[in-house]
Every structure is written in structure tokens, then in C-alpha cells.
């Protein structure tokens, strides 16, 4: 039997998988499903609760999706989320417009009425928000429960019926009071239960393997090393034992000693048969000038295929690949979502051939960055492996800004490991989600030994995230970026200038392509 449901509604924003996976860890189980879904088929699936998402079209628009406004006679309590606070109001009679003053980032919310949804909040709180509409008046019926500085209307409630409207993103880990939010309308106002846990979704995903692949099927498990590939590798090995193989492929877009490393940690370590295959001369001709990331996912995306499938001949008979696609690449590369906007092709999404022999296996792929971590817990695999940082699977080509040469990426490598080192040295390592350098396309005068130089640059990253979604900047000791900007200068030959990128997601992605 299926636990009680809170059914979402997608209206194509980059955060509604995340709203769900807020809701998963609260307990409550949770559906998503496009926002034009006819009330029918969203009554047949019988939710206990429903959540409008955000989206980045305006409501007033002629084109705009809309809910089937039959949804508000289910009798079903309502959240609506930024767009579907809008959507909501406007279907309802209120009016929405483009804002005087957008809002992107933090806001200070504060509260001019009583709302069960903000019980154990405090009357002013800090939420991020992410919208250039605004309601502007609420239709008959409805309660003005908040406001912002830019926003007349931040959060409002209907007068009887269990309906919530927010203007904020509760969702995202900006938002310190989000959970407590989304905590109050499920179980305060919906009245829903727990139960939900990462322990039962391991068992689920074992037997969807299993079931997928069949009784002698077999799978390669393309490894990287990283958590999502670990993780996806050790959950297809639980499930299927020795009808899976791992092919590590060393493309030549690695980071310094790091295949050695992972044919250490998961063949001779923890027993999982590991292949290492030595592709670097195919991927880096492949390669050699392109400069457009688009671009570079693509050939990456296409050559992987290419060697996975002529190992799986190798090894076969091989019927399935197994990769550990995360649902931050498949919103950003937009298959997912009600007309979701591209951000970027992820290499193991849009960058995939059409036409493939082997049939994709992703247990990962409504997964987030810290289920990934919680669920490799769960399968018993030590901190040091599910701690790692995540490293993108094109790997530096998209560290490198501009055309892809060897040269330049044993430039990028070592300046990679030396900030990873001395992160590591300063126990800073573990208290930042991620961390890397980027090689950028400019030459900056500088001198060195008394003499005139004209080299390149690097800029670090370091952030602070829950979920590769949104993210903060890492406040990093200057002490510590100091020690690493001079080894960098001085250890790395070409590279004269060392910056530090101290933007946050939202405006900027975590990777600079």
C-alpha cells in the first residue's frame, strides 16, 4: 500500500525536485507531477496535500502554464510557492504584475498576522527569494499574513479553507526556517504522517535494480570515484553481486593520482572488480581547441558511451550501464520539469548519444547530493569516501575556460592539488561542501624575479551547500588563501595571478561552465 501522498505540482522551476526532497525527509512521501495535470488524474492519485512550485513564466502571460483550477474544490490543503502563490491568486481573482523591485537572494520576511504556517517561526526571519512578479492584491477571502521590503505581499492565507501562499522558497537551504515551515503545513495543517526514510529507499532501489536487470543480467558501472558513482557502484553490487563490472576511464580530465587512487580504494579495498581504461590520448584529441562547454559535454558525453560500450564487448555480455546521474543534472540540463530552463548540459544527460546498445541504469537520478551521502551511510560505506567533494564527471574540462590543451590542464591539475592540499593541512577540507580551481582564457602582467611576466590566472571556489541547488561562498581564512595563492604562483609554472570567486548560486552556478 502506498503511504499517504503530498503531490506536487510542477510549473518548471530548478528548485521542485527539491521541494520534494524536502518533503521525503520530513517523512512524508512525495509525487511530482506536471502543473497543467487535469484535476482527475491528480484526484485518481488520491494526495493527501498539494504544493504549487515555483516557475520562471509569469502568470499574467497568455502562454503561462496554470493549475486546472478544479484543484481548489478538492478540498485538498494548498501551499503555493512563489509562482504558485501568484498562479493561485490569480486564478482566484487577486492580480498579479511585473515587480517594481525584484527580489533575488536574501529578504528580510516579516509577519503582520496569525498563520498556523508559521508556528515556532520568529516574526522576522530571514528567506530567499527568487522572483520579478509580485501579487498585488489578494482576491476576497484571503488574509495578508506578510511582507518584505519589496514585497506588499510575502505570504498570505485564506480565511477558512486550509490554503497557504508564500512567497519564498522554503525549500532551499537559504531559507534557515524553510523546514519548519513545510513541517507546519504537512503536519500541522494537512495532517499527514511520517514513515518515509533513506533506509526505505535503499531497499526500493536494490529491488528496482534487480528487477530492471533481471535474473542474468549484467551491468557496467562506469566509476569515477566520486560519491554518486561510489554509491551507485556499491548499491548495483549489493543488488546483483558479480553480474557487475566497474570500467574506470581515465579521460585525462582527472585530478591529480586519481585513477590510481580509485582502483585502490573500490577494487583492492572493498573487492569491487575495477577496470581502468587508459583513454587518454582518444578523449584529449577529441578535444584538442574546442572551447565551447556545450561542446565539451557533448564529445565527453559521446566518448564515454564510446569506450563503455567497447568494454562492455570486452567483458560481456553486458546489457546495462550503470551511472550515477544525480537530479541537480537532469533539472540543470532540463529533462526534467514543465518547461524547465537550460543552465547547462550535464555530459551523463544531454550529452549522451541518442542512439546507445547498453540500457541506462540511474538508482540516483531523484536523488540530491546529501541523500546520495546519507544513502551511502546507510549501505555502510566509510566518511572518507562518501565525504568526498563533488568533481564533475567532464571532469577539468570544464575547469578550464576556453579551448582544452594538455599543457593547460597539467597547469589546472597541480594548481587543483595544491588547494586541496592545503585545505586538507587547515582541516578545512571537510567544512566545505566543495572546492577547486578554474584556469581562466587571460594573461595578467606581473613580476617575478625583478623581471616583467604575462601568465595566466586561477581562480578558487569554495562553497557552502546542502544540495548542489543553491549555495553560499565559503568564507574561507584569508591567512589560508594566502598560503595557497603563494604556493600557487610560485610552484605552478605559467600562472602569475591567484583570485578567489566569493559569488553565490543564485546569480552564478558552482562551476564557472
Excluded at 34 to 40: F, Y
Excluded at 183 to 207: P, T, V, Y
Excluded at 253 to 271: D, I, N, P
Aim: with cysteine.
Amino acid at each position: 500500500m502506498k503511504p499517504p501522498l503530498a503531490l506536487i505540482l510542477d510549473f518548471g522551476s530548478q528548485y521542485t525536485q527539491l521541494i520534494a526532497r524536502r518533503v521525503r525527509e520530513l517523512g512524508v512521501y512525495s509525487e511530482i507531477v506536471p502543473g497543467t495535470t487535469p484535476v482527475a488524474t491528480i484526484a485518481a492519485k488520491r494526495p493527501r496535500a498539494l504544493i504549487l512550485s515555483g516557475s520562471p513564466a509569469s502568470g499574467y502571460r497568455a502562454e503561462a502554464p496554470l493549475p486546472d483550477p478544479a484543484i481548489y474544490d478538492l478540498g485538498r490543503p494548498v501551499l503555493g510557492i512563489c509562482y504558485g502563490f501568484q498562479a493561485t491568486a490569480q486564478l482566484l481573482g487577486g492580480r498579479v504584475a511585473k515587480a517594481e523591485r525584484a527580489e533575488y537572494g536574501h529578504a528580510t520576511f516579516v509577519q503582520d498576522g496569525r498563520s498556523p504556517l508559521f508556528a515556532g517561526v520568529p516574526r522576522r526571519f530571514r528567506a530567499w527569494m527568487s522572483h520579478g512578479d509580485e501579487v498585488q492584491s489578494l482576491p476576497d477571502g484571503w488574509v495578508k499574513v506578510a511582507h518584505t521590503t519589496n514585497c506588499a505581499f510575502a505570504a498570505a492565507r485564506h480565511a477558512r479553507l486550509p490554503f497557504h501562499l508564500i512567497q519564498f522558497h522554503p525549500e532551499v537551504a537559504h531559507s534557515p526556517y524553510g523546514k519548519k515551515v513545510l513541517h507546519n503545513f504537512l503536519f500541522r495543517i494537512a495532517g499527514l504522517e511520517g514513515g518515509w526514510s533513506m533506509k526505505g529507499f535503499m531497499r526500493q532501489a536494490i529491488s528496482d535494480i534487480r528487477s530492471q536487470v533481471g535474473p542474468r543480467g549484467h551491468v557496467l558501472c562506469g566509476l569515477s570515484g566520486g560519491v554518486d558513482s561510489t554509491v551507485v557502484a556499491t548499491l548495483c553490487h549489493r543488488a546483483i553481486g558479480r553480474r557487475l563490472r566497474c570500467v574506470l576511464v581515465d579521460h585525462g580530465l582527472l585530478r591529480e593520482g586519481e585513477a590510481e587512487q580509485v582502483a585502490f580504494e573500490l577494487g583492492a579495498k572493498r573487492g569491487l572488480e575495477v577496470t581502468v581504461v587508459d583513454a587518454r590520448a582518444r578523449f584529449l584529441d577529441r578535444l584538442d581547441g574546442v572551447a565551447d562547454p556545450e561542446q565539451k559535454r557533448k564529445i565527453i558525453g559521446n566518448e564515454f558511451i564510446a569506450v563503455f560500450e567497447e568494454e562492455a564487448k570486452k567483458l560481456g555480455p553486458i546489457e546495462f550501464l550503470a551511472q550515477g546521474t544525480l537530479y541537480p543534472d537532469v533539472i540543470e540540463s532540463a529533462s526534467a520539469g514543465f518547461r524547465a530552463q537550460v543552465i547547462k548540459t550535464h555530459h551523463n544527460v544531454g550529452g549522451l548519444p541518442e542512439r546507445m546498445q547498453l540500457k541506462l541504469v540511474e538508482p540516483l537520478r531523484w536523488l540530491f547530493k546529501d541523500e546520495v551521502r546519507a544513502l551511502g551511510r546507510e549501505l555502510g560505506l566509510p566518511q572518507h569516501l562518501i565525504g568526498r567533494h563533488p568533481f564533475p564527471g567532464p571532469g577539468l574540462a570544464v575547469r578550464m575556460l576556453g579551448a582544452v590543451n594538455r599543457n593547460d590542464l597539467d597547469v589546472l591539475r597541480r594548481a587543483d592539488a595544491i588547494f586541496i592540499e592545503e585545505l586538507r593541512r587547515a582541516k578545512w577540507y571537510d567544512r566545505t561542501w566543495q572546492a577547486f580551481a578554474v584556469l581562466l582564457p587571460v594573461h595578467t602582467v606581473g613580476v617575478k624575479g625583478d623581471e616583467r611576466s604575462y601568465e595566466r590566472v586561477i581562480a578558487l571556489r569554495a562553497v557552502d551547500s546542502a544540495d548542489g541547488m543553491t549555495a553560499d561562498w565559503t568564507r574561507l581564512p584569508p591567512s589560508l588563501l594566502g598560503r595557497v595563492a603563494s604556493r600557487i604562483a610560485n610552484e605552478v609554472r605559467g600562472v602569475n595571478r591567484v583570485v578567489f570567486d566569493c559569488t553565490s548560486k543564485p546569480p552564478a552556478t558552482i562551476e564557472w561552465e
